[in-house]
């Protein structure tokens, strides 16, 4: 059974994504894709990662990111959220206090 979802995902996404692309920007697909992700610093960098589903996690979040920035100043500090919404939202209230405010990738 996983081996038939791997391949109907790999199947479908492969004919839809030329069907898609030109809509990247409309949707934020490359960014759900992964495409659009900046450089996250050298690998060997430390760095925090919090994933906030929506916009009520991204708000209860911000408390303890505003701590592990102040308590581990040297590491880079990174929030993915699932929502466009959410998204905004961080963008605005945290994107200063923290290094990067990601959407999360499909996985």
Known sequence: MLLFYHLFVTITLTILFPLLYPLKNRFRLGEWLGLEFPNLGHPAQKRLWVHALSVGEVL????????????????????????????????????????????????
């Open 60 to 107: 209860s979040s911000i408390p303890l990111l505003e701590a592990l920035k102040r308590d581990y100043p040297s590491r880079e500090l990174v929030l993915s959220v699932k929502t466009a919404t959410g998204l905004k939202i961080a963008r605005e209230k945290i994107g200063q206090i923290i290094d990067y405010v990601l959407p999360m990738p499909f996985d």
